[in-house]
């Protein structure tokens, strides 16, 4: 084990030399330094050791930082004469101490210089590149237009804005921190010279400076030494940081005292104002008064308690009280707490007297009524208490251990809020999070040392492995589950407290997740005796004293506890708790990416029974089919040639089915045409697309029978019939060519057809690379290319996605888009996009790339940004290079010799770079140029052709030339790597005689890997004859150095010249789960069993009622299930057209069905009593099982009251309707009436409008940009949605509905003046998410204030009044109509105002809508007193902003809607989303109260019942293939979707059926 060891710590010395001396890459070091970096662990850990290592310069940095400070605090205390005092060897002359503090001042001063020089040039140049970007000065009036279509120049300037801001920004920092040093050192400067003075003159040093000495106590505080030797012993960066608080925080009460006895100059106030930290006002008052001298009179030192208790919890013996500080004469009393022999009452009364005390520092800052309501105030000891407290708990050895104790005895809890005690049940996301209790923390983080030694004291290793194993399980599950947590706090579900454990959580009248937050926030309730106890043992005095001064000591380390010490921890462990956290999170995100880029091309029909080691998958054509899910959209066959390039394609126009005759027609000529190895149909058509490719099926088998039978005459046909065929099939399929029989006759077309996840395609299709490849393309023919190519190679898809940088310069941000792990939206995008980075430079490195093909082929040269030594920038640079000396390149020699690369790129790169071979390449090649051996072990030495040579005994002529040497070497390398395959060949038909000889014929071909399950003693070929060992010990002998493994990879390449380690693409058809998940958008935590869903009735058969679920589930209930009566015929209880709620019983994944009850039984269960999936993640071992049941019986309650509400409607309903059950066109008749919806949506409110109005508002900013809707009860059919703009704040918005099934149903179609949707999911994504898009998009603009429309006037006439010839203008909200902007602007003297309506497709002023802010300020500034009207219209938009815009009101609902369960969107300022023309914002602001406030987008689970709006909002959810994504980016921070993204056009919007599939 040591061995080991030493051999890891030697490797990770290695890696960190290889990578900062030698700047090579990781995968390289990984693949070609093995012989140097011996451990293999090591070599899978290099990412992680190299994160190590930078947190390691960041702590030792902060180390640094610390140690410079410690300097100047040991000068400041030798200025004025203390240096003894705090450890420092003897006294030093005052006037060598001048003589310093001047040379320091001198460099703190050049410094600051520099920063300052640097901070104008870095203004200059910002300013420069802002020049001409904004658009507010450059006109008479306004400025010139400001235009999106910037040059070059331009966006080149845009680009770098960025970069150097954050320049600018560090260096204001520094600038920061030089000026405070400067001051620091001018202050000490200034006390040793006034030293120097007064020792000069009086010859003593009495005065200020011994007065500044008494009052700063330096000898109490810090010992120099001590501090030295601990902080060159802390390997954490917190721990340097406390250092660095406590050091500050004695410098600041030093900074008070010397302010107070010598007197600060103004411009030294203002230095360090900006330094000062409100919270310690009072304390550096009290330090400023003497009050730290009195403290220090019956209380321990901190420094010194700090040194007992580490030594009482780390050492052995404890703490020894002769212990012996550096410079300081200890004594043993020094280590124990002074004793006063008088009470603290007549101790505090003689100082007052003697005028050492003030009181005036007890009550600073209270108020009158506030010393009467607390008695404590007039203590004359209280401001001695809070400057002990506080040092105290800032001292840091003191903060460390106790850190460490807190940590250990730590807990969370978790408890629903309103908004979550109303949607969390047994099916909802968060379920299983809301009543977490007392979780203990130290669950989510490693295992600490000492419990993982008393775990495995007398363990076996396979024990202390399973030990091991355990706990990183569940410190993995506690992080996934804390993640989760997270994501639920940001909904507004649950609230999260971070406590020690609570006392008398539960009380007579209350259980504990019911009690308020003055509980949970108040800290006395917590039980701190862990951390109490620890600090007395060190605090009070051994031998003891009496109870008053104990008392006050008691005090202090209560008041350090709670008011310090408790909610700085508790900041840090949630800060903890979230990086842990989003950790593990990263990771498992990772981990689901490495699982797709390590899949393999997809292996046809014909060859899954092939081994890929023996017969290759090799490239294949593909045609890839788009299913359009709108009906007038078209659905497309894309056909890619092998090298991934479209060759054709075939439209099924909207509306037509593929197996219709002419149809079928087309498709099999098609095919014929192209003849593809496989046709793949992408699963973002839905549930239909599975009938759809079973059709495509059977067409295949038509048309490959037609071409292999081609040349067989038929019977009907006679001889010059068949001529005349076979011509025909010559000409059209052959393209004309004469030998045409002698290519094909051989080989017969074998085609089949697979369902794909077309997740990356439907991206690709709406992407802004889709846009620039294929410019005039249908959206759809790009999906079906894009799924055709993921077919034949998945990581150059994924690469290519990665390839678009956003406008911040970001690349990957479209991968942030894709469904790969389903909490990646909470995780942060920098650290998501690095281990995404580091995945695919990992997947690429062992795939390797095509040089020439990756430079030529737009979707293929993604895949050299993850060679490593290059990325995206020298990707392109190498295009381009490449392109000018003529696209190809014929050896890797040429990427050095034509410099295409430099020495370390080339170093890095050239082994994972293929040349191979190509049309565009006739002559022969290097065979070891398309293997993974470096040139060093075949150019720069020719070890590989020796090898080959003395295996295959050829011997060497010496007299050769060289070109004829090089013949014979490639000669050489060929036969051996012949040799190798037929040994591979062998050792496959030998394995598979034996096993079939005892096993019979079962062996499994495809599975068989010649690398893994053939013993090294069973080959036979010519290379294993060699001793590589001995060969590579000579080659160390003659100081080549070590290389053993690169020998080896000679071997295995001789025999597998880069073999795809990836296993080829698993069919859809053999996962059942995940094909109901792509087709459906539904998952376990969606539907299951127990579920309530609404569906409807769509026919009748002998065993039951057949039920279409929203997102176009199929459902089935069986006539057991339709009653709870017996049932003879379905009719007699349901009927065609009838909204139903059922239960969900069954979900059949095989079948694509869910089995469903309208059972009074099934429907009054209890969630919790149906059986939890298993696939969920398990409920918390901490989970109040208890309390849960209580909320559940109680939401039971509500939930019988409205299922029997609803069945008294349909009862009535159908009582109405007996005698006219349907109307002319086969409908149920209406009987028009206002009633009660059976709707289940989440976001469905059955309530007055009074009811949902208090719920939004009192539901705050949890609910700002949410839309719920009820129905109207003004018209039958119509349905009334509340938006609530900002807190208290809600816009009313009128639905018509259309095309009703019952009165109790939600209509068909709904419709918003002319725009129509499909479903309420519809409405919500394509009318609501935009408008908070539009929202977010206001606020966020340079132009806008968040404040009243008089402020933003008042700032005008400030701004005129100081520029009375400038032009100004602002934008706020309207107060007055929420959903409206209001466009202020000074002309004159008067501000004046245009109202400006938001709508889905942009900005509305007047009657034109704009897509940007931009562009109508342009319009504005061009005609400021209003938009071009006719002359029949009166001007209304012109406004003074003194009388309140007189606006006609609208025809809107009166009423209002409750808050929805969908979650709440991130407020993070994404880039204006496209252009969108859904909807229509209306002509006129509504003339109801309210105003704007920051969307808040969907989310919450997946499902049509309880899951995110479409595609409007963040980027899909998991477990779909991804809609247009034009909204605002994920809620956790992700970038905005990339440039180019559109909605389909009004004539077509997709319906909410697609909505649901994709997401």
């Not at 006063?340 to 108020?367: K, R, Y």
């Not at 010496?958 to 013949?967: K, V």
């Not at 990879?1049 to 380690?1061: A, G, H």
């Not at 107060?1375 to 509305?1404: C, M, W």
């Amino acid at each position: 084990a040591e061995k080991k060891q030493m051999e890891i710590i030697h490797s990770i010395v290695r890696v960190l030399r290889l990578v900062k001396r030698d700047a090579l890459e990781p995968e390289f070091i990984r693949r070609y330094r093995a012989d140097v970096v011996t451990s293999p662990a090591v070599r899978d850990c290099l990412h992680e050791i190299m994160d190590e290592d930078a947190e390691w310069d960041r702590m030792t940095a902060a180390r640094t930082t610390v140690e410079d400070l410690l300097e100047k605090a040991v000068m400041a205390a030798s200025a004025i004469g203390a240096g003894g005092d705090i450890g420092e060897a003897g006294n030093e002359d005052p006037a060598e101490v001048v003589d310093k503090l001047q040379q320091q001042l001198e460099e703190a001063q050049a410094s600051l210089d520099e920063s300052v020089n640097e901070e104008e040039r870095l203004t200059a140049e910002l300013a420069a590149l802002k020049e001409g970007q904004d658009d507010d000065d450059d006109d008479e009036l306004f400025g010139d237009d400001d235009d999106d279509d910037d040059d070059e120049e331009k966006k080149a300037k845009k680009a770098k804005i960025p970069e150097v801001e954050a320049h600018l920004a560090t260096t204001q920092q520094l600038l920061h921190a030089r000026s405070t040093a400067v001051v620091s050192v001018a202050n000490s400067l200034k006390d040793a010279e006034a030293r120097v003075a007064a020792l000069a003159s009086g010859g003593s040093e009495a005065g200020p400076q011994s007065q500044m000495a008494s009052r700063m106590c330096q000898s109490k505080l810090w010992n120099s030494s001590d501090y030295r030797d601990y902080l060159s012993s802390i390997t954490d960066y917190r721990h340097a940081t406390d250092v660095k608080g406590y050091l500050n925080l004695i410098g600041e009460g030093n900074d008070a005292i010397r302010a107070k006895v010598m007197g600060a100059d103004a411009s030294d106030a203002d230095k360090t104002k900006r330094s000062r930290r409100f919270d310690r006002t009072f304390y550096r008052t009290c330090v400023s008064e003497g009050l730290r001298n009195i403290c220090y009179k019956f209380v321990l030192p901190p420094f010194r308690a700090g040194i007992k208790l580490e030594d009482n919890l780390s050492s052995a013996t404890g703490f020894v009280y002769s212990k012996e500080l550096p410079g300081d004469d200890s004594s043993p009393h020094k280590w124990v707490p002074p004793t006063v022999p008088s009470s603290p009452q007549d101790f505090a009364s003689e100082l007052v007297g003697s005028g050492e005390l003030v009181l005036l520092s007890a009550t600073m800052g209270q108020s009158e009524a506030d010393i009467a309501d607390h008695p404590e105030f007039k203590d004359p000891l209280r401001g001695c208490r809070y400057v002990a407290a506080m040092e105290l708990a800032y001292e840091p050895r003191i903060r460390r251990h106790l850190r460490s104790i807190y940590r250990n005895n730590c807990t969370v809890s978790t408890r629903p809020t309103a908004k979550g005690r109303t949607n969390i049940d047994a099916f909802h996301e968060y379920h299983g999070l809301h009543l977490i209790r007392q979780k203990p923390v130290k669950e989510h983080f490693p295992m600490d040392e000492q419990e993982s030694e008393r775990r495995k004291m007398g363990c076996t290793a396979e024990k202390m492995k399973e030990v091991d194993e355990e706990a990183k399980k569940q410190e993995h599950d506690s992080c996934i589950q804390y993640l989760r947590i997270l994501k639920a706090e940001r909904s507004g579900d649950i609230r999260v407290n971070v406590h020690l454990p609570m006392i008398g959580a539960d009380s007579v009248d209350k259980a504990w997740f019911e009690q308020d937050d003055a509980y949970w926030n108040k800290r006395e309730n917590q039980d701190f005796t862990c951390l109490l106890s620890e600090i007395e043992k060190v605090y009070f005095p051994p031998d003891g004293d009496t109870d008053e001064w104990n008392a006050e000591r008691r005090k202090i380390i209560r008041l350090a506890l709670t008011q310090f010490i408790l909610p700085q921890f508790e900041v840090e462990i949630r800060r903890d708790l979230r990086e842990a956290a989003v950790k593990k999170g990263t990771e498992e995100a990772a981990e689901a990416l490495r699982k797709m880029a390590m899949e393999g091309p997809l292996r046809p029909n014909y060859m899954i029974t092939e081994n890929r080691f023996l017969v290759p998958t090799g490239d294949l054509k593909i045609v890839g089919f788009c299913l359009a899910t709108e009906k007038k959209e078209a659905s497309y066959f894309s056909a890619v040639t092998e090298r991934g390039e479209l060759c054709d394609h075939l439209a099924v126009p909207g509306g037509t089915r593929v197996d219709d005759d002419k149809m079928r027609e087309k498709v099999v000529n098609f095919l014929m045409v192209n003849r593809p190895a496989a046709v793949v149909v992408g699963t973002g058509g839905g549930v239909e697309i599975r009938m759809v490719a079973r059709k495509i099926g059977e067409i295949i088998a038509i048309a490959t029978e037609r071409w292999n039978n081609r040349h067989l005459q038929r019977d009907d046909e006679d001889d010059e019939d068949y001529e005349a065929r076979v011509e025909s099939y010559r000409q059209m399929y052959s393209g004309g060519k004469e030998n045409e029989d002698e290519d094909d006759d051989e080989d017969e077309w074998k085609c089949n057809v697979d369902l794909v996840d077309d997740n990356i395609s439907q991206l690709f299709g709406r992407s802004v690379r889709g846009k620039k490849e294929f410019p005039d393309m249908a959206v759809n023919l790009k999906v079906a290319t894009s799924i055709a190519r993921h077919a034949k190679d998945p990581v150059a898809e994924l690469a290519y996605a990665w390839s678009v940088a956003s406008d911040a310069g970001v690349f990957g941000t479209e991968m942030l888009y894709m469904n790969i792990h389903p909490l990646q939206q909470i995780l942060p995008k920098t650290l998501l996009l690095r281990q995404f980075e580091r995945v695919l430079c990992n997947a690429i490195a062992q795939v390797g790339v095509d040089f020439n093909a990756a430079c030529n082929q737009d979707h293929l040269h993604g895949l050299l940004t993850f060679v490593p030594g290059l990325g995206p920038r020298k990707a392109s640079s190498i295009k381009q290079a490449l392109v000018r000396i003529g696209g190809v390149i014929d050896s890797r020699k040429a990427l050095l010799a034509k410099r295409l690369l430099g020495p370390n790129v080339y170093n890095n790169a050239v082994a994972f770079l293929r040349i191979r071979p190509s049309e565009e390449l006739s002559k022969d090649l290097q065979p070891l140029d398309d293997t993974r051996l470096h040139p060093d072990v075949y150019n720069r030495n020719s070890w590989a052709q020796k090898i080959a040579i003395d295996a295959l005994e050829m011997g060497e002529n010496a007299n050769a030339s060289s070109s004829d040497r090089e013949d014979m070497q490639n000669t050489a390398l060929r036969n051996i790597m012949k040799d190798s395959r037929k040994e591979i060949q062998r050792l496959f038909d030998d394995t598979k005689k034996e096993w079939e000889a005892a096993y019979g014929p079962t062996f499994n071909v495809p599975a068989w890997d010649p690398k893994v399950m053939v013993p090294p003693e069973s080959w036979h070929d010519k290379v294993e004859e060699l001793d590589l060992e001995a060969f590579a010990a000579i080659l160390e002998e003659q100081g080549n150095g070590k290389w053993y493994s690169q020998l080896l990879m000679i071997k295995w390449e001789f025999r597998l010249p880069f073999q795809d380690p990836r296993k080829p693409m698993e069919p859809l058809s053999g996962d059942s789960d995940r094909l109901f998940r792509l087709l459906t958008g539904e998952s376990d935590q969606t539907l299951c069993p127990g579920k309530e869903v609404v569906g409807k009735i769509i026919r009748h058969s002998d065993f039951g009622s057949r039920v279409k679920l929203e997102g176009d589930v199929p459902g089935f209930i069986p006539l057991r299930n339709i009653n709870d009566d017996h049932v003879e015929s379905a009719e007699d209880f349901v009927t065609i057209g009838e909204v139903v709620h059922a239960i969900v019983t069954q979900v059949k994944k095989d079948h694509l069905c869910v089995d469903l009850s309208l059972r009074r039984e099934d429907l009054n269960k209890l969630p919790s009593s149906w059986e939890r999936p298993v696939s969920l993640p398990r409920l918390d071992n901490m989970f109040d099982t208890k309390a849960d049941r209580k909320l559940e019986h109680e939401k039971q309650k509500e939930r019988e009251a409205r299922l029997s509400a609803m069945q008294l409607t349909s009862d009535r309903n159908k009582r109405s309707g007996d005698s006219m059950d349907v109307d002319g066109n086969g409908k149920s008749k209406r009987s028009g009436r206002i009633t009660r919806r059976a709707c289940a949506h989440p976001a469905f409110r059955n309530e007055t409008h009074e009811v949902v109005d208090r719920e939004l508002r009192e539901a705050g900013d949890a609910m700002v940009g949410e839309a719920l809707i009820r129905p109207s009860y003004r018209k039958a059919d119509s349905l009334a949605i509340h938006w609530m703009v900002r807190p208290g704040a809600i816009r009313l918005i009128e639905v018509q509905e259309e095309d009703k099934d019952t009165d109790a149903s939600i209509g068909n179609r709904l419709k918003i003046k002319d725009d129509e949707y499909g479903s309420i999911d519809e409405l919500l994504g394509r009318y609501i998410a935009p408008l908070n898009d539009r929202v977010e998009e206001t606020m966020h603009h340079r132009k806008f204030l968040d404040g009243l429309e008089d402020e933003v006037d008042t700032k005008l006439r400030t701004q005129k009044s100081q520029n009375p010839g400038g032009m100004f203008y602002n934008l706020c909200w309207d107060e007055q109509h929420p959903g409206y902007a209001s466009l202020r602007f000074i002309t004159s003297n008067t501000p004046k105002s245009h109202a400006v309506g938001l709508s889905p497709d942009g900005f509305v002023w007047g009657a034109k809508t704009y897509s940007s802010w931009d562009r109508l300020l342009n319009d504005f500034k061009k005609n400021p007193r209003g938009p071009h009207k006719s002359s029949s219209s009166v001007s209304s938009s012109l406004q003074d902003s003194s009388r309140p815009a007189t606006l006609p009101p609208p025809s809107r609902p009166a009423e209002s809607s409750r808050p929805s369960r969908w979650g709440s969107k991130s407020s993070a300022a994404p880039a204006p989303p496209a252009q969108s023309r859904w909807g229509e914002a209306p002509p006129l602001p509504p003339q109801n109260g309210g105003g704007w406030g920051a969307p808040v987008a969907a989310s919450a689970s997946g499902s049509r019942w309880d899951r995110p709006p479409p595609p409007a909002g963040p980027p899909p959810s998991f477990g779909g293939p991804p809609p247009p994504p034009p909204g605002p980016p994920p809620s956790f921070g992700a970038p905005p979707p990339p440039p180019g993204y559109s909605r389909p056009p009004p004539g077509a919007p997709p319906s909410a059926r697609d909505y649901h599939r994709a997401h």
